[in-house]
């Protein structure tokens, strides 16, 4: 029943996360200790490409589910 949606919950939350934290490193948005922090532009788009994939992931997993 269950299948798939906890793989696409990470998935969108390391997606929205990675988004941030790219923000953040570019310095787009301020007030935190990671604003314009290269280390930040770089990690964030890589967590969002990880999350895309475990959206994916999760999406093949509940069509497969379905059958």
Request: aromatic share 6%.
């Amino acid at each position: 029943m269950l299948t798939g949606w906890l793989t696409m919950s990470l998935g969108v939350f390391a997606v929205v996360l990675g988004t941030l934290w790219t923000l953040q490193g570019l310095g787009e948005i301020g007030g935190s200790v990671m604003s314009g922090v290269t280390a930040w532009a770089i990690a964030g788009p890589v967590v969002g490409v990880a999350g895309m994939v475990l959206v994916v992931v999760g999406a093949r997993l509940r069509a497969r589910a379905k059958r």
